[in-house]
């Protein structure tokens, strides 16, 4: 399914805040190699933005890249995702606490969040990852994958005295 107008604007509010040498990051980090299929860091962006911004699955991420440009496969699409790791780091870095390598005193902001995964022929969720990081290190703190009935719980997590701890909404259940 194409990409919704509300999609493609949230998409487009995102790509308008990042830094303005993001895609000389990519080239720098090796996340962008080479134009093939995705031809710049830019069309990368919109990639990683449609899977991580608006939240679609591989698939879909790779049916919209198809549906614009070029066939491309859902491997292929992780694949590429999985080498953005250090290229996303370094723009969240500029972007989120420049220059700030620790909070004072005790605290640490945690995000977390959980994500339904399914292996390849699956026909629904085969099991769920629970992950926790530290928004000023960007490095995890928790990380646990359970089978698919156990959802969204802070009970997963072994927080610490002056964490403040952001969640979505998944977790606003008592």
């Known amino acids: 399914m194409p990409l919704s107008l509300s999609d493609e604007q949230t998409i487009e509010g995102l790509l308008e805040n990042l830094p303005l040498d993001y895609q ?15 031809k710049s860091p830019m069309e990368l962006m919109h990639l990683v933005m449609m899977y991580c911004g608006v939240d679609q699955v591989l698939r879909e991420v790779a049916g919209n890249v198809t549906l614009l440009n070029e066939k491309i496969t859902d491997t292929a699409i992780q694949k590429r995702l999985r080498a ?10 500029q972007m989120w606490f420049s220059g700030v390598t620790k909070l004072p005193g005790a605290l640490r902001f945690v995000l977390v969040d959980g994500s339904s995964l399914s292996v390849a022929g699956a026909n629904g969720t085969s099991y769920r990852l629970h992950i ?23 009970a997963h997590y072994p927080f610490i005295e002056g964490d403040i701890v952001i969640v979505d909404r998944g977790y606003n259940r008592v």
């Open 132 to 154: 926790a990081i530290d928004l000023v290190s960007l490095s995890i703190v928790h990380i646990e994958v359970t089978d698919k009935y156990v959802g969204e719980s802070l």
């Open 84 to 93: 953005c790791g250090p290229w996303l780091k370094m723009i969240l870095e």
């Open 24 to 38: 000389q990051t990519a080239i720098e980090s090796k996340a962008f190699l080479r134009a093939r299929k995705i």
